[in-house]
């Protein structure tokens, strides 16, 4: 039954896609607003049709420009995110030349960071810069990496220097908001740490077999927090910023892992 499962929801987001993704390639082109919308509507019948619901505490900021600085668990926190509001991400450059997902990433106008080239980091800050000065939300995985969604990483004060650093170019300053995401309950019984591994996907985990696993469980429920934004001027100490985010993203996590913010939630 699992398996029938997993076969209709691939069945009907290759449906979905094939209508959506010449849309979002004409929008890009012809910077149509739709290019903002299409990737979140895209998201939202993913998480429907998956079987994962969204549970959401607090609201993103409406003050430009934004970054998100958020922890990192899983593919699924892509869609997760990108089913709340339009946005786009900052992703590593390896991600572009991923089949299927590198396409997706592209078309969410994501904005590809080679880590391995210092060189290029001015020229992705700028980028980054220009896309927040446009009124875009971007979205930092500020770990750097994922786990097994257990807890948070130390978020990396380098990456979100990169983020930050053409403040210049955005009248000075810009709103960081953190942002929490916590996988609470599976087949609508809390998880607990022995069951989380199952959504998170890290190490050396093969991408289409743990992609494969989680279309035919489904029943998630993952619970997104937004703490307080911060405004970030071109003087603020990267390091201290990376540390306040991290603190406030740490807290949400871990009331969000152990029961107590569910029943506050919005569904």
Same mark, same amino acid.
């Given at each position: 039954?699992?398996?029938?499962?997993?076969?209709?929801?691939?069945?009907?987001?290759?449906?979905?896609?094939?209508?959506?993704?010449?849309?979002?390639?004409?929008?890009?082109?012809?910077?149509?607003?739709?290019?903002?919308?299409?990737?979140?509507?895209?998201?939202?019948?993913?998480? $429907?049709?998956?079987?994962?619901?969204?549970?959401?505490?607090?609201?993103?900021?409406?003050?430009?420009?934004?970054?998100?600085?958020?922890?990192?668990?899983?593919?699924?926190?892509?869609?997760?995110?990108?089913?709340?509001?339009?946005?786009?991400?900052?992703?590593?450059?390896?991600?572009?030349?991923?089949?299927?997902?590198?396409?997706?990433?592209?078309? +969410?106008?994501?904005?590809?960071?080679?880590? +391995?080239?210092?060189?290029?980091?001015?020229?992705?800050?700028?980028?980054?810069?220009?896309?927040?000065?446009?009124?875009?939300?971007?979205?930092?995985?500020?770990?750097?990496?994922?786990?097994?969604?257990?807890?948070?990483?130390?978020?990396?004060?380098?990456?979100?220097?990169?983020?930050? $650093?053409?403040?210049? /170019?955005?009248?000075?300053?810009?709103?960081?908001?953190?942002?929490?995401?916590?996988? /609470?309950?599976?087949?609508?019984?809390?998880?607990?740490?022995?069951?989380?591994?199952?959504?998170?996907?890290?190490?050396?985990?093969?991408?289409?077999?743990?992609?494969?696993?989680?279309?035919?469980?489904?029943?998630?429920?993952?619970?997104?927090?937004?703490?307080?934004?911060?405004?970030?001027?071109?003087?603020?100490?990267?390091?201290?910023?990376? +540390? +306040?985010?991290?603190?406030?993203?740490?807290?949400?996590?871990?009331?969000?892992?152990?029961?107590?913010?569910?029943?506050?939630?919005?569904?």
């Amino acid at each position: 039954m699992a398996r029938i499962k997993a076969t209709l929801v691939i069945f009907m987001l290759t449906l979905v896609s094939l209508v959506l993704i010449p849309l979002q390639w004409i929008a890009i082109k012809t910077n149509w607003s739709a290019r903002k919308w299409l990737p979140c509507f895209w998201h939202k019948i993913a998480t $429907r049709l998956v079987g994962i619901r969204v549970h959401e505490i607090g609201k993103p900021t409406l003050d430009r420009p934004l970054l998100i600085a958020a922890n990192h668990a899983s593919w699924v926190d892509i869609p997760v995110i990108g089913s709340l509001i339009p946005l786009s991400f900052i992703a590593k450059s390896e991600v572009s030349g991923w089949p299927i997902f590198g396409l997706f990433a592209k078309l +969410q106008r994501t904005v590809f960071v080679n880590r +391995q080239r210092r060189s290029e980091t001015g020229r992705t800050a700028n980028q980054i810069a220009d896309r927040m000065a446009s009124g875009d939300a971007m979205v930092l995985f500020a770990e750097g990496t994922s786990n097994d969604g257990n807890y948070v990483l130390p978020f990396r004060s380098a990456l979100l220097g990169a983020a930050t $650093r053409q403040l210049d /170019q955005v009248e000075g300053e810009v709103w960081v908001q953190p942002l929490s995401i916590a996988y /609470q309950r599976f087949h609508g019984m809390p998880m607990g740490r022995q069951f989380r591994p199952h959504v998170a996907w890290y190490g050396d985990m093969e991408l289409p077999d743990h992609l494969w696993a989680v279309f035919c469980e489904g029943a998630l429920d993952v619970v997104v927090t937004w703490g307080e934004p911060l405004r970030v001027s071109a003087s603020a100490d990267r390091k201290l910023l990376a +540390q +306040q985010l991290e603190d406030a993203v740490r807290e949400t996590t871990q009331n969000a892992l152990v029961g107590r913010t569910l029943e506050n939630a919005a569904l």
